[in-house]
C-alpha cells in the first residue's frame, strides 16, 4: 500500500498566521503538524509516501523531511497547482499509486489514541485487498464534515457532505483507505457546487457498491482537524496532556525504530542534533529502552 499526505491547503482559516508558512508546517505543541499523518501511515506500515504541497512550497518540506531515508521511508514530492478538493490527490498521485492500494491522510487532521495502530493495520489490509476503509468520529455539530448515517445494525447507507440537517453526529475524518480502483473513480467525479472534487463523491461510489467499510471510533480516542487557530490550541494542548504520562505522540523515529526500518545507532545519530529538546531527550530514552531490552 501507498501513502499520500495532502498537505496543500492554502490555511485560510488561519490567516494571517500561515500567510508565511505553509499550515502542515505550523507546530503543533512540540514538532510539525506534518509529523502527525506521517506518524500514523508509518504505523499503518506504509513506507512508500507522496507529500502534495502547494505551488513553489515543495523546498520547505523536503529541509524538514527529507527523502525518508533517515527513516527507513521513501519521500516522494509533487505540487498541487490548483486548489481542486480531496479527491484531486488521486489524479496527482497516479502515476505514484501506480497498481497498488492508497491510504490518504489529510496534512491538518491528528488522530492519537490506544492501540490506534492495530486499527490502522485492520484497515490498511482492507476486505482481501478490496473495497475502501473509514473512520467514523462522533461530534456535537456535524454540519461542516460529511456526515454518516446508519442504519439500525450499525451499517452505513450514506454520506453526505456539509449537510444543513445532518442524519447523524458521526464524521468522515480525514484518513481514507482504497484499493487501486480510487484512481478511475476520482476521474470520474465531477467538481461539486464549490468547484472541488469532494472525497465524499469517492466515498458514495464505494458505498454504492456495497464495499465501504466505515469504523467507529470511541471516546478513548482523539481527533483534531486543526484547520483553525481555536483547534490548533485545543489539538495542542491534549496532545501536552498526553504526552505527561511519557507517552510522546506523533513521533516518526519511534514508529520507524518499532518498525526496525532503522536502527539504535539510526535513532542515536537523529537525537543527536535535538538533544538540547524534549523531543531529544524522548528519541534517547526510547533508545535505551530498546538497548536494555535486547
Request: charged share 25%; proline share 5%; aromatic share 10%.
Amino acid at each position: 500500500m501507498k501513502g499520500i499526505i495532502l498537505a496543500a491547503g492554502k490555511g485560510t482559516r488561519l490567516y494571517p498566521i500561515t500567510l508565511p508558512i505553509c499550515k502542515p508546517l505550523l507546530p503543533v505543541y512540540d514538532k510539525p503538524m506534518i509529523y502527525y499523518p506521517l506518524s500514523v501511515l508509518m504505523q499503518a506500515g506504509i513506507r512508500d509516501i507522496l507529500v502534495i504541497v502547494p505551488p513553489d512550497d515543495v523546498q520547505p518540506f523536503q529541509d524538514l523531511l527529507g527523502d525518508g531515508s533517515q527513516l527507513g521511508i521513501r519521500i516522494e514530492y509533487k505540487e498541487q497547482k490548483v486548489q481542486r478538493g480531496i479527491a484531486d490527490a488521486f489524479l496527482i498521485g497516479a502515476d505514484f499509486i501506480g497498481d497498488d492500494s492508497v491510504c490518504l491522510a489529510l496534512g491538518d487532521n491528528i488522530f492519537f489514541g490506544p492501540v490506534f495502530n492495530r486499527k490502522l493495520k485492520t484497515a490498511a489490509k482492507l476486505d482481501n485487498g478490496k473495497g475502501a476503509t473509514i473512520f467514523g468520529y462522533y461530534v456535537p455539530d456535524p454540519r461542516a464534515f460529511g456526515v454518516v448515517e446508519f442504519d439500525q445494525d450499525g451499517k452505513a447507507i450514506s454520506i453526505e457532505e456539509k449537510p444543513k440537517h445532518p442524519k447523524s453526529n458521526y464524521i468522515v475524518p480525514g484518513l481514507y483507505f482504497y484499493d487501486n480502483r480510487v484512481v478511475d473513480i476520482a476521474r470520474q467525479v465531477k467538481p461539486s457546487a464549490r468547484g472541488e472534487l469532494e472525497i465524499t463523491s469517492v466515498n458514495n461510489a464505494y458505498l454504492e457498491r456495497g464495499e465501504l467499510n466505515v469504523v467507529t471510533l470511541g471516546d478513548e480516542y482523539s481527533w483534531f482537524d486543526a484547520g483553525t487557530a481555536d483547534s490548533l490550541y485545543d489539538a495542542a494542548g491534549e496532545i501536552r496532556k498526553a504526552q505527561r504520562s511519557g507517552k510522546m505522540i506523533g513521533c516518526i523515529e519511534e514508529v520507524a525504530l518499532k518498525k526496525r526500518w532503522i536502527t539504535i545507532d539510526n535513532l542515536l545519530e537523529q537525537a543527536k542534533s535535538l538533544e538540547k529538546t524534549q523531543y531529544g531527550q524522548y528519541l534517547y530514552g526510547i533508545a535505551a529502552e530498546q538497548e536494555d531490552a535486547e
